[in-house]
């Protein structure tokens, strides 16, 4: 099916040009693959060392509480993009159910968020590079991938999707293979170099047992740890689950294929966390995983795979393009929304031939070129104070999605809900819901008194202490600027 009969365009006349129009070309097996690649990157194949570090075991509990958490964020986002596919997702709900302000702090969190993440992935990339190729500058190889990438988007949304799967299937293979191949250790008994017998038992009889930690415990040196404080890494590394609403208003038939996406969270993230990090800790003693080294690579080094180093590092070099390839994809279409809500400058909101918002592609890709050059020149302030306002952009943009869901279903009771739903008031309208929230009538509280939980948890850790401070600070601005905005208008 082509893009242009998917977009199913009125005819052109001489008179009466048509305006171009997003194209529904993303496809069932996009995203799909878009889905569970948002689930898997570097947090998973480095950042889980930190969050194993804490909870010892017991992380796997942590990954199955925050899976499905982060599960029912996408399902409240999923059931709002199902009924009313929209590019910009959360930021146009916000708007249309919510107030415009909501829409203006919901939008421009989420597109400062992900240049952030953008600026340091695009930032590491070098050092991906430099594993094979030393002497090539760090921001030559920034500067390559981030022009690449950028060229990419403008070719249309149909090419985006395709990139995405294979950077997902590469990420997918890695993780199944290392799975596999702890198995068969684990069967085997093949001998390892800490010298224990790989077992599942060794999540109880290692250094402490299954809950090392404790729900909640503090060091001689001041530091808190237990499975409540890996509460706060295992979240944060969920980033990028909710890109499935961004891509609601580009896809095919998002009436089947969001609820298939969508429904299949819970079942990745036990696939690809808890299985993983199951195995891992089965083969390697969770106590000498100290993040010096990636813990996939220190699975197949204990059994003398010592090639492992170099297959993760291209694992992780597409896992850092696919991240600015999806951020690229999101920003634009959110500064997209926001121009058709009047929270950005007109020129966001205009398309090229392809159904490609260009202004917002190329004015994204310029901001993280900038943000990268601080991140070069200024790294402490960048790493220490802007990661800061993304870590914490995450919580204020998860909090407003089920707010938006609960303000969503409150319209649609109204009788003004959107589409097909128009016109029904009370249950008869909830019950017309395609894709419903799971007890919706008490599932959004408690989500955001997981997340203030969580948010509360990160004041007892020094490393996201100054998140919690940004945070404020960050919401102080957003508020600000809709203030000076509306003024202006």
């Known amino acids: 099916m082509s893009d242009a009969t998917v977009a199913k365009k009125p005819r052109e006349t001489d008179d009466v040009p048509v305006p171009p129009t997003l194209r529904k070309s993303l496809k069932n097996r996009h995203i799909q693959l878009i889905a569970l690649g948002g689930a898997i990157g570097t947090g998973l194949f480095y950042g889980s060392s930190e969050s194993i570090q804490l909870a010892g075991p017991a992380i796997l509990l942590a990954y199955l509480i925050g899976g499905l958490a982060i599960f029912l964020i996408v399902r409240a986002l999923s059931e709002m993009a199902v009924e009313d596919p929209k590019a910009g997702a959360f930021s146009y709900y916000a708007t249309q159910y919510w107030s415009k302000r909501a829409g203006f702090i919901s939008g421009w969190n989420y597109w400062f968020n992900y240049v952030l993440v953008a600026m340091v992935e695009l930032a590491v990339v070098g050092s991906f590079v430099n594993y094979w190729f030393p002497n090539i500058p760090k921001w030559v190889s920034a500067a390559v991938f981030l022009v690449a990438i950028a060229a990419l988007n403008l070719m249309g949304v149909n090419k985006f999707g395709e990139f995405e799967f294979w950077f997902a299937i590469i990420k997918i293979v890695a993780v199944l293979a290392m799975i596999f191949g702890g198995l068969y250790v684990i069967i085997t008994n093949v001998p390892t170099a800490s010298g224990i017998r790989a077992s599942f038992a060794n999540w109880f009889t290692v250094d402490g047992g299954f809950l090392p930690h404790g729900l909640m415990s503090r060091n001689a040196d001041g530091t808190w740890t ?30 089947t294929t969001i609820p298939k996406a969508t429904n299949g969270i819970i079942w990745r993230i036990l696939v690809f966390y808890i299985c993983a990090l199951g195995v891992i800790m089965a083969v390697v003693p969770w106590s000498t995983i100290d993040g010096n080294s990636s813990p996939f690579v220190q699975i197949f080094d204990s059994v ?27 920003n634009s279409r ?28 190329i004015t994204s890709a310029i901001i993280i070129a900038i943000a990268v050059v601080v991140v070069f020149v200024w790294p402490d302030f960048a790493f220490n104070y802007l990661m800061s306002i993304a870590t914490i ?7 407003m999605i089920m707010i938006t869901e609960i303000k969503f279903r ?22 017309k819901l395609t894709f419903k929230l799971p007890f919706a009538k008490v599932t959004p509280y408690v989500v955001i008194a997981f997340m203030l939980l969580v948010v509360v948890l990160m004041c007892f850790s ?12 960050w919401l102080a601005v957003l508020f600000a600027a809709y203030r000076i905005t509306q003024k202006r208008a």
Not at 347 to 356: E, Q, S, T
Not at 393 to 399: F, L, P, S, T, V
Not at 462 to 473: P, Q, T, W
């Open 334 to 361: 959110m500064l997209y929304s926001l121009a058709k809500q009047g929270n950005a400058p007109a020129y966001l909101g205009r398309l090229n031939k392809r159904g490609v918002p260009v202004g917002g592609v």
């Open 410 to 431: 409150r319209v649609v009771a109204a009788g003004d809900g959107p589409n097909d739903l128009k016109g029904l008031k009370g249950q008869e309208a909830l019950d």
């Open 393 to 399: 952009a995450a919580a204020i943009n998860w909090i």
């Open 304 to 330: 003398g795979v010592h090639a492992a180093a170099g297959i993760l590092n291209f694992v992780c070099l597409t896992a850092v393009m696919s991240v600015y390839n999806s951020g690229l994809y999101a």
């Open 462 to 473: 020094a490393s996201y202490r100054i998140a919690v401070v940004a945070g404020v600070i």
């Open 226 to 255: 237990g499975l409540l404080m890996a509460l706060v890494v295992v979240m944060f590394s969920f980033g990028g689950t909710e890109l499935i609403g961004i891509t609601a208003g580009e896809t095919e038939n998002p009436r």
